[in-house]
């Protein structure tokens, strides 16, 4: 079993930033990649970003690039998500997630190939 526990939401002005961290324990050396998605009221979860654990690939959806961070510090378990540039539109509760089994291509764009996921931190950007 791995545990996520996210933390750094908040409010924010549009334009402002938000860093996000997601803190792992349990089964750690399981892990194959962890990620973001978020889930806005009333839509279906989304993919943000993913990051391979060991490595360096980086994965993006279309809506955060060049605004968005992914990045991981390995000693300490935890995965981080740089969000600058923010939009009303990227409020949402923004959920970590972990796999592990391999992924590759369009796998790493699908919550269906995760395994673990945390509780969410809500993001809520003004206009």
């Known amino acids: 079993q791995v545990q996520l526990v996210e933390s750094g939401g908040g409010l924010v002005q549009a334009g402002g930033s938000l860093r996000l961290s997601c803190a792992a324990s349990g089964r750690t050396f399981s892990m194959n990649g962890m990620g973001w998605f978020r889930q806005a009221p009333g839509k279906e979860r989304e993919f943000v970003a993913a990051i391979r654990w060991n490595g360096y690939s980086t994965y993006y959806a279309d809506s955060v690039k060049g605004r968005f961070t992914i990045s991981r510090d390995n000693a300490k378990n935890t995965v981080y998500l740089q969000m600058n540039s923010l939009k009303p539109e990227d409020t949402a509760v923004y959920y970590c997630?972990?796999?592990?089994?391999?992924?590759?291509?369009?796998?790493?764009?699908?919550?269906?190939?995760?395994?673990?996921w945390g509780q969410g931190t809500q993001v809520t950007v003004s206009s």
């Open positions: 997630t972990a796999a592990t089994a391999p992924l590759y291509g369009s796998r790493w764009y699908s919550l269906n190939d995760y395994d673990y």
